[in-house]
């Protein structure tokens, strides 16, 4: 990295305000997936202008710029995979507004997702999504990624609660999109720009809207012996119209590892647990409570049990939010997985999902938001052993392409980044990418912001992680 | 079918001769705006659609995708119109699986003929759109319809999940998928609602389907005022309670609506709200708004949730989905604002609102009145006041005003007798002239408040009125405006796509 750029960076943020020093740039070389990139040096920024001043440094110097929250990502969005700049929103966290009565909030993109929920709960309120990380990552980070959680069964992903945000583009201009309005005239940028996985611009002021609590949450577990009778009461669940606010899964292997760690109370003879939850006035919470329990029995649930207080739900759920955790005390290296597929497909995923586990000779683990058919399986692999991360990313690859073929997606919550770029065309014709580049370029010409990220990188340039040469196009239809 | 032009020959050997209609009475059918097109175009498929974009990119001719033709009056005048795309052969529902909740249609489909096939599941679209059995989801989409089921179901961008289309330049393209969950690759197809037809043509959408409730019932609040309305409806808003429609009708509103909806007072503020779903969950809503409404002293509470009521209900939820239609229908000349708003701001924007519109319409004496304005008393000013405007609020944060020009004698509009006479075009004149000004009353007070209003709906006079004097249906637009442009050069480089409708001058 050219030490002028480092003094002008300091310059404009102050010593503190920018590291790179070899061992403080290896702390910010990987995020929560498995992927890696060293950046050249890691700014701070207090303000949107502080930010217009980077991206201009950026362009005067000619090196990448990477967006990064709390490097919580699963999908390498936050990784500077060309080197450079990585800007990293941590300075800027204040909840610069809440409005109670029109329920909105303006958020610099720092803020912590629960933080948000804390500031507004007191009326009655939260920030409705809520990945697993949302102790950590950030509303910049999950505006990024359209982040989803296991309430946007109900609520919707993250861009069903963003209105309006404030934009830095790659040329440095400072522009606002949509507004604290339900809809703003003209296109919708804001739509567009929410999941655009910090391709398009630096985020660096957020309108959201605000939830009303709910009068009552119903918790329930069902414990299952098999793990079809598990799925299939998914599907059940679905079909008669019951619409859970979330429903989670976690397989035999999986809850295992969860109950070790946090004791949570999941039986460890069974095959699979449901953690199902309902929301509302109290009648509906009841009522589809005692339908859910209803069902669970019908495919033949072991034991279904009710969260009696606050606290024994707070414990069910932090086995299901710690699931991830719990596995990293089994395995030197895990590797999240985020298909989606048809809810009605869950079963035949499942095993199919086991038998790729059983060729590869790895370990996968299943916890998942079985209501919308967002899939995670995690593949345990040691990453010092370049044999097993060849199994793991092929073991991977093959249960994405499963997915798509199902007639799914490749990714429900966690982005495409650099984790997914190369099966894009799973998905998507050459036509389409083609298209998805070109309005990138609308906002990212020289591709100096987050690059190689999102979109296959090309034929000849860049690792091709799986061969997809077996392209169906229409991955929609 | 003569197709005598070469544009039509050549154009017949894409689509077929008999789905290219030059007929002169059929063009005038399919005019936006008075400008009609050279031929009416009929495609069967998705590729003779990109085979006719094509051709129209090569031959610069400007093309407008529609569907049941209810929504082409959204927007400015086109600056060019040659061929009408017509999608209404576009009409098969291409998945649909119960179980999963998701559907996928073509964009001709009607909102009632997809509607239908999902209730038969015991599912629905939540959406309850205006001219609802003539419009397609394509138009939906286009236009970006929005519904009083927005309150609980949100808009259609939160349960559209993807879909495929045709950019001005010929490319197929798509966005999206088909699962209810998926951020694979950017979400380019919530650029295409309420795009007018400016980027691409939509030829296939997937959507989220829902169950539909098994008991439903809608109660009205009737108060004296707006604010007592709006106070009423903050205070539900901090209730435990979760309706799915809180829509609020002025007396104008409830006028236009009585023929159909008898039970609604026409002199008051009516907050309408409809609950749904288990019997307990409907009853508790009953119990609690009742008392709500008493607790807050509404002059009227009607609930109609017994048998009687359901056909009432019914009713009037239809005249609320069809606000924009019964407006026009009773008042042709009608001009429709849609202006977004904050539940806070509520209140206020309508007080002054109301001051706008009665200090431009009280210039001249209402028809038949020999009082001088200042000696009406205050009966009859609310009386007039409420000849002239109809208000509907969508609490979650949405108001839709009405200004019905009173030339052509508005007490018979608000009788329910539509004007079948054609007026003079010199009255004509001197109503659009009022309405005009009205108009711009109405934006410069939505303007100055920080909002950006958008007449949805117009006549073409008035149009170009307000283009004369350097306005537009649209409200201004801001350095954001910059990308738009960016984004229509990616989608339709050679402009031929509705050029001139969209915010901007797009």
């Known amino acids: ?477 | 079918m003569p197709t005598a032009s070469p544009v039509a020959s050549r154009l017949a050997e894409l689509v077929g001769g008999e789905h290219v209609l030059t007929a002169s009475t059929v063009c005038a059918e399919y005019a936006v705006d008075g400008l009609e097109p050279q031929a009416v175009l009929r495609p069967g498929s998705s590729s003779e659609i990109a085979d006719i974009l094509r051709f129209a990119a090569a031959e610069r001719l400007a093309v407008i995708p529609m569907g049941g033709r209810t929504k082409l009056g959204i927007g400015m005048p086109p600056k060019r119109f040659d061929l009408a795309l017509d999608l209404s052969r576009m009409t098969r529902v291409l998945a649909y699986d119960p179980r999963d909740l998701t559907c996928g249609v073509e964009a001709g489909v009607h909102f009632a003929d997809l509607n239908r096939l999902l209730a038969a599941e015991r599912q629905f679209l939540p959406l309850a759109p205006a001219f609802g059995t003539r419009a397609t989801l394509g138009g939906i989409i286009a236009a970006g319809a929005d519904s009083p089921l927005r309150h609980a179901y949100g808009s259609t961008r939160d349960f559209l999940l993807g879909v495929e289309f045709i950019t001005g330049d010929a490319v197929s393209s798509k966005s999206g998928g088909r699962v209810v969950k998926n951020v694979t690759g950017y979400d380019l197809h919530k650029l295409l609602i309420g795009s007018l037809g400016t980027l691409a043509v939509i030829t296939r959408l997937n959507f989220r389907t829902f169950p539909l409730p098994p008991q439903q019932a809608t109660f009205v609040a009737t108060f004296a005022s707006a604010d007592a309305a709006l106070a009423w409806c903050a205070a539900l808003a901090k209730s435990p309670l979760e309706p799915k429609i809180v829509e609020v009708l002025d007396p104008g509103t409830a006028r236009i609506f009585a023929p159909a909806a008898t039970r609604v007072p026409r002199d008051g503020w009516s907050v309408v709200v409809t609950a749904a779903g288990h019997r307990a969950v409907v009853d508790r809503h009953a119990r609690d708004l009742a008392h709500l409404a008493s607790e807050k002293h509404a002059a009227e509470f009607v609930a109609l949730n017994d048998d009687d009521g359901d056909a009432e209900q019914h009713a009037l939820l239809q005249c609320i989905s069809e606000f924009p239609n019964m407006v026009l229908e009773t008042c042709p000349g009608a001009a429709i604002f849609r202006i977004a708003v904050l539940p806070s701001a509520m209140p206020e924007f309508l007080r002054r609102v109301g001051a706008v519109t009665e200090r431009d319409i009280s210039q001249r004496p209402a028809p038949g009145d020999k009082t001088p304005e200042h000696k009406t008393s205050e009966r009859q000013t609310l009386e007039r006041q409420t000849l002239h405007r109809a208000t509907l609020v969508r609490v979650s944060g949405v108001v839709y005003i009405a200004l019905l020009p009173t030339t052509n004698n508005a007490n018979e509009h608000m009788n329910g007798v539509a004007s079948q006479s054609t007026s003079t075009s010199a009255t004509e004149r001197v109503g659009d002239l009022e309405l005009v000004q009205a108009c711009c009353g109405l934006i410069d007070l939505g303007i100055a408040m920080g909002l950006r209003p958008v007449i949805e709906r117009c006549p073409l006079p008035v149009k170009r009125a307000l283009a004369a004097r350097g306005r537009s249906i649209w409200p201004p637009s801001g350095a954001e405006h910059v990308l738009a442009e960016r984004l229509k050069k990616v989608f339709d480089p050679q402009e031929i796509l509705a050029p001139g409708r969209f915010h901007g001058g797009i």
């Open chain 1, 1 to 477: 990295m050219d030490a002028k750029l480092v003094r002008e960076l300091e310059h404009v943020l102050g010593p503190a305000g920018v590291l790179a020093g070899t061992e403080d740039l290896l702390l910010y070389e990987y995020d929560g997936s498995i992927d890696e990139g060293r950046p050249d040096c890691i700014v701070f920024p207090r303000s949107t202008n502080d930010v217009v001043e980077i991206v201009k440094l950026a362009n005067r110097f000619d090196v990448p710029i990477v967006g990064r929250g709390s490097g919580t990502g699963l999908s390498g969005g936050a990784i500077a995979r060309r080197g450079g700049i990585i800007v990293t929103f941590s300075r800027m966290k204040r909840i610069l507004a809440i409005d109670i009565v029109n329920q909105r909030a303006v958020v610099e993109p720092g803020v912590v997702n629960l933080d948000l929920t804390r500031a507004v709960e007191k009326d009655g309120l939260y920030f409705a999504p809520d990945p697993s990380s949302q102790k950590a990552c950030t509303i910049g980070g999950n505006v990024s990624e359209n982040s989803g959680g296991p309430h946007t069964l109900a609520y919707g992903v993250t861009s069903s609660h963003v209105t309006g945000l404030e934009l830095v583009l790659p040329d440095a201009q400072v522009l606002r999109v949509g507004s604290s309005t339900i809809e703003t005239p003209g296109y919708d940028l804001t739509g567009l720009v929410v999941g655009s996985e910090g391709t398009f611009a630096l985020v660096t002021e957020i309108t959201v809207k605000l939830s009303r609590l709910p009068e009552q949450v119903g918790t329930l577990l069902g414990v299952f012996d098999t793990v079809d009778d598990a799925t299939d009461t998914v599907a059940d669940i679905t079909s008669r119209g019951i619409t859970p606010a979330a429903c989670e899964m976690l397989d035999a292997w999986t809850l295992r590892a969860v109950e070790a760690f946090v004791h949570a109370g999941f039986p460890l003879d069974s095959a699979a647990v449901l953690l199902i939850e309902v929301e509302g006035v109290r009648e509906a919470a009841e009522a589809q409570s005692a339908e859910i329990a209803d069902v669970c029995r019908l495919h033949h649930a072991r034991e279904v049990r009710r969260a009696a207080d606050g606290r024994e739900r707070e414990l069910l759920w932090k086995g299901r939010k710690n699931a991830f955790g719990a596995i990293g005390r089994l395995s030197p290296s895990y590797y999240v997985m985020d298909g989606v597929i048809p809810r009605t497909k869950l079963t035949v995923t499942l095993r199919h999902i086991a038998e790729v586990g059983k060729r590869h000779g790895l370990q996968i683990g299943n916890v998942f938001h079985a209501g919308d058919g967002n899939l995670h399986p995690l593949i345990l692999f040691d990453q010092r052993d370049p044999v097993q991360l060849a199994s793991a990313i092929a073991a991977a690859g093959e249960i994405m392409k499963f997915c798509v073929e199902m007639g799914g997606a490749l990714t429900g919550e966690h982005g495409i980044g650099m984790e997914k770029n190369e099966l894009m065309p799973l998905m998507f014709s050459d036509a389409d990418l083609d298209l998805m580049r070109r309005v990138r370029a609308a906002f990212n010409p020289t591709g100096r912001l987050n690059p190689d990220k999102v979109l296959p990188l090309g034929k000849g340039c860049g690792e091709t992680r799986v061969n997809v040469a077996q392209v169906p196009v229409g991955g929609i239809t």
